[in-house]
């Protein structure tokens, strides 16, 4: 087969498995929805009036359904506590460190038990967990078919973003959060399967659904150019709420993970407490996705204080949610938290600058887009999906600077981690956002010489002089007679010595001139970073950090070979 034949083959390939993907994505979105539909509909609909109690205008009967709901995902997540969360990290976990794999049986149960939440009330979004299941549907389909590790992860994507796509019918903005989350950066080539698959995902749930989103955005959108700067303000307000947002989220999480209880009652703990803010805001959107709050802000039929109070409410039981163990998203939460401030900001400017004709869905939209990007780390991703939403490229401007501010603010506070790669962090993967992850999926033990040319500290510097002129090396490690490893020495150490220095040992040399080590299960990133902050060309890899014993090593032109494969396995071409 020639060149020709074998790219249309290829492409052909890659076509039809996006277009799957796109499908199999979609049909995920459908069935999630259609699933927390029937559940909230049991919930209450039918339990509420059953337990419907009123006190003082409230109804007790609101606290009992999250409670309710709790009790049936505690009996999940004792068993299988990998289901907590809202699934986008999984999907990146998987794509990145895992070849594009992900367990159908994880996937299932993690669909069932963030259905159950969201339905009975629990403050989460489903945008995420949809996304996780269009990918982990691709993932299963791309293991029946047996398909390479480079296509399973590219498809695995495609799977995030139809999903990601169908939820709000934006299928740019859908593509763009799978390659911003994903692939941490736009690869040209990729876009291409990727685009295909939003498209599909999202023509398929329109057809079915007829809908994608309850988001209602008035239209008459407009803003004057003298508010842009009032935009810019708001986006350096909404990036520090989101870092600080971040930080506590992930803090109430160790609080519950910490708390001396039964794992069980964690989750209906926190099921308690949303029960309880959620009747203090019962018709608001405290409880579940919260659309109905944001319908509210972007018609201006909220008070300041409302708005503030709702958004702050609606952090703490997101919080209350996601830190006691439940499933679900923080997509659709982050969208009503910046809707409420940005509306909020909107109605402050008003007052305080009458001459200036506030538009509220303006500012609720901006603030909106900067506290999404400010968490996420997805900045396009919010600018093209309000563009989307609104069909109005009025709204640009504005939205542009908050969301580029509130990105750069928050990724300056959480030192390029996002509200997803924070929960890779504490599983001990290292991933900055903002650029592709190469050298962090490949392991010291891949790369590693396993039989290292060494000098034996006993050993003289004019052995290591005719060792460097015998094998072309630079430098080696220097072991004891136990084989563990004490030093390295090079050419460097050779410089300007006179022969009646050379004859003395290799160990009298060996405090000149700090050293680093490497393990086979650290990473190539973590590998490269030693060998520049110790200006070395090789590093010694030992067995672990309590056995110094040498098991080989890795140079910089280890790592320079490494990366290049990883970034061509990256791309489809």
Partial sequence: MNSKDHYVKKWGIVIVFSILAGLVGGLGAILFRVMITAVHSFFFGWVLPKVTYKVGGFNLGYILLPTLGAMIVALFIVRYPEIKGNGVPEVIEAV????????????????VATAVTIGSGGSVGREGPIGFIGAALTS???????????????????????????TFNTPLAGAMFALEVVYMGAFSINLVPIFIAAVTGNALTMAVLRRAVEIEIPGGLDHALLELPLFFVLGLVMGLMAALYARFLYGMVDRFSSARMPEFLKPVLGGLGVGFLGMLFPTYGIFGIGYEGMRMAFYGKLAIGLLLTLAFIKMLATALTLGSGHSGGVFAPSLYIGTMFGAAFGQLVALLIPSVRVSPAVYALAGM???????????????????????????LPPVMTSATIAFLTARFFLKGDSIYTLKLRRKGYHVKTG????LETISVGEIMTKEPVYVHKDSTLLDVEHLISETGHDCFPVVDDDMNVVGVIGVKDLLKKPTSLKRMRVERFLNLRPFAVTYPIETAEDAFEKLMEYDMNLLPVVRSENDWRLV??????????????GLEGTYID
């Fill in 96 to 111: 990145i460190f895992k070849g594009g794999n992900i367990p159908g049986s994880f996937a299932f149960i993690k669909t």
């Fill in 140 to 166: 299963i389909i791309s293991h029946w078919f047996n398909l390479s590790r480079d296509m399973k992860k590219l498809l695995v994507t495609c799977g995030l973003a139809a999903g990601i796509a169908g």
């Fill in 369 to 395: 887009a900067a506290f999404f990007s400010g968490m996420t780390q997805a900045p396009l991703t919010q600018i093209l999906m309000v563009t989307e939403l609104t069909r109005n490229y009025t709204v």
């Fill in 435 to 438: 650029k592709p992850v190469i």
């Fill in 552 to 565: 080989g090593v890795v140079t910089k032109r280890d790592i320079y070979k490494a990366y290049y494969r």
